[in-house]
C-alpha cells in the first residue's frame, strides 16, 4: 500500500464516526510507504484524542511510533497508548506496547487503533 492510501483510510475513518465534532490532521510523506500523522479528534461531549504516528505501510501496517492520548473536556487524561520504551525495567509482558491511566501502566491485550 502506497502511504497516500493509508492517509486516506485513517481520514475516511475518523470522518465517519457521527460522534467525531471535528478533526485536524496534518500528512508528512516521508517516502513511498512511510509517513507521519499527528492531530486532535474533537468529540461530541468535549473531549480530545490528540495521536501521532509513524508507520510503514509497504507490506502490513506497521505503527514503528505511535501515541494516542485521550483527554476529557476539563482536560485531563483518560488514557494513554503509546510504544515509548520508557518502562522496560516493568518487564510488561506485551513491551513496548502499554497503557497509561491514572498513574498506571498496563499492557495492551489488544491493540484499540481507530
Do not use: C, W
Amino acid at each position: 500500500m502506497l502511504i497516500e492510501l493509508y492517509f486516506q483510510e485513517v481520514h475516511d475513518l475518523i470522518e465517519s464516526y457521527e460522534i467525531v465534532e471535528s478533526f485536524n490532521i496534518d500528512y508528512e510523506k516521508r517516502g513511498f510507504y512511510e509517513g507521519f500523522i499527528r492531530g486532535i479528534i474533537d468529540f461530541q461531549e468535549n473531549s480530545l484524542l490528540y495521536l501521532r504516528e509513524f508507520v510503514y505501510v509497504e507490506i502490513i501496517i506497521d505503527r514503528k511510533m505511535y501515541s494516542y492520548q485521550y483527554m476529557d473536556a476539563e482536560n485531563t487524561l483518560i488514557f494513554r497508548y503509546d510504544n515509548t520504551e520508557h518502562h522496560r525495567k516493568l518487564n510488561l509482558p506485551n513491551f513496548p506496547h502499554h497503557k497509561h491511566m491514572e498513574e498506571r501502566i498496563t499492557y495492551l491485550a489488544q491493540m484499540l487503533l481507530f
